[in-house]
């Protein structure tokens, strides 16, 4: 039964012979239909959020909107508003365990902020996608919305490689006193790690559009060249090698000749880019300036052994969020910034939760890693869910492990890579249930 005929069944037209007026209730009818649009505007705002202190909590308002028309929708058409899935308890825990460190000081915005980025956003998106992404063709929107984002992302990395900085929009990308890394690719992020491993993982779902046919022609020509070259101006030696590893190993495992050709031509033409980033003295000295550079090594092994030291010292409760910034900027004293983070995720949640917070974290990404896993897949269910496929299983573990990977060298509290992330594993987690419902129909 389609979305509307739901909703008009739930009640929605009952007010007439009372007298009500319907137009708001109608509006409130389309709104709830358009919920697929509505998380991809949400995430967009997050992609999108101006760093002006006037638009600051632009994002917030968004994603309480998308869970109260969530919310409604769901009570409309008589959904469970909780339920239970893999990632759910550890999700949980952490989430527990961060508010309680965030509680201690509770008004200090930026904590508030983290996470919210942390946890909540990935928390409550890989949820609401399950509840929203069940069809065919909001599955195509979200596949959409995934390629439109990265070709713009593409565009800029490579325009700010090729040093055409009017074509960069916004225009805050460009802004020195904001974030780090303005000598790099960097995105609306404002930070190098976050736009590669982003243009990473979106670059998986470009692979998988194109084996099953939806991306070719000269769009497919783009993202092979473009996509190499956008993970190359971002100048981040973690990213470079994470790129270089997905494409690697999809090439030597695949059992799809069309994504084992376009592992291939990703690796052709990207060296083809390379040489020719190299032959131009300015972006070569750059590049080659950023493979040499030694001192972020330095500095990061000196967070690590700071960072060891005090979880040798509490390795069971941890530090807790404000006595574990106040303790590393003291013991980092001979390095002259504002404010210390660990530059890894997994370093950092054991030092500040302890060994309880790294079990859970670690719980966590177990249970990404299997999102794509199901006992048995109908006939009708390996054909349908859009870009969700079975094959769409095979590129997933190496999306996660991306992830991972780069959460060695970065603190994950970018909440649209999260947001992404665990709104794939719920649409993951959507598929595998239809599939076990049809496996017991059968």
Sequence with gaps: MELTGQLSAGGFNGGAGLGIPLAPFRLLQRAMTAAPLAFMATLGVMLFRPPDLEFYHLDRVAFGALLLLVALRALALRQPLWFV?????????????????????????????????????????YHVAEMVFQDDASLRQFETFCLIVLGYLCVIAVAFLAGARPLIFPRY??????????????????????????????????????????????????????????????????????????VAFL????????????????????????????????????????????????????????GWNMFLEKPFLGWGTHSMEAELARRMDDFRQESFVFHNSYLEVVVEHGLMGLALYMWVLFDLFRAGRVAHVGRVQALRLGFIDIHFRALWPVLVAVYAVNACFVVMNYQFVNGLLFAVAGMLSAWSRMAAGERQAC
């Design 173 to 246: 990308i460009l802004d020195p006193s904001l974030g780090i890394h303005a000598d790099r690719a960097r995105g609306p992020f404002l930070q190098a790690v976050a736009n590669g491993v982003t243009l990473i993982m979106l670059g998986l779902v470009a692979l998988n559009a194109y084996r099953r046919g939806r991306l070719r022609g000269v769009a497919a020509v783009f993202f092979l060249i473009a996509l190499p070259l956008a993970v190359l101006a971002t100048k981040t030696r973690a990213v470079w090698l994470s790129f270089a590893g997905a």
């Design 85 to 125: 899935r893999p990632v759910t308890w550890p999700m949980f825990g952490l989430f527990v365990l961060s508010l309680m460190g965030v509680l201690a000081e509770p008004y200090v915005p930026e904590q508030w902020s983290v996470f919210a980025a942390k946890w909540v956003v990935p928390f409550a998106l």
């Design 251 to 306: 090439f030597l495992s695949s059992g799809n000749l069309r994504v084992r050709r376009a592992c291939l031509r990703v690796a052709a033409l990207g060296m083809v880019g390379l040489l020719g980033a190299v032959s131009f003295q300015g972006s070569r000295e750059a590049l080659l300036e950023r493979a040499e550079e030694r001192s972020p090594v330095d500095f990061r092994i000196s967070l690590y052994r700071a």
